[in-house]
């Protein structure tokens, strides 16, 4: 995918039988500090505890499900992260509304 999947999507990722809910980007693992592209939750149960997060790269996506909500900001966010490759800061918020 040329693109971040945005925050709430649903989809089948490499290694887990059960759907992954996106419930974040750009995440760092506590205690190795790798920057991973994606966390998630199982679906359709979401986050019961935080030991449960998936971490989890573009490349591990396998299929997509349900894409997440998207509007203007998160198209600017989304923008922003692939040309920079890091998270954008929060000054991009309102930029062309």
Not at 30 to 58: A, H, M
Not at 61 to 79: H, P
């Amino acid at each position: 995918m040329d693109f971040v999947v945005p925050i709430g999507s649903v989809l089948g990722v490499r290694g887990f039988d059960k759907r992954i809910m996106v419930t974040g980007v750009r995440q760092v693992e506590v205690g190795t500090d790798k920057t991973w592209d994606y966390c998630g939750c199982f679906y359709p149960e979401g986050i019961i505890n935080s030991r449960e997060l998936v971490l989890f790269d573009q490349k591990h996506i396998e299929s997509l499900y349900f894409l997440g909500f998207r509007d203007g900001e998160g198209l600017i966010f989304n923008r922003k992260l692939l040309e920079t490759g890091e998270m954008p800061s929060p000054e991009v918020r309102g930029e062309g509304d």
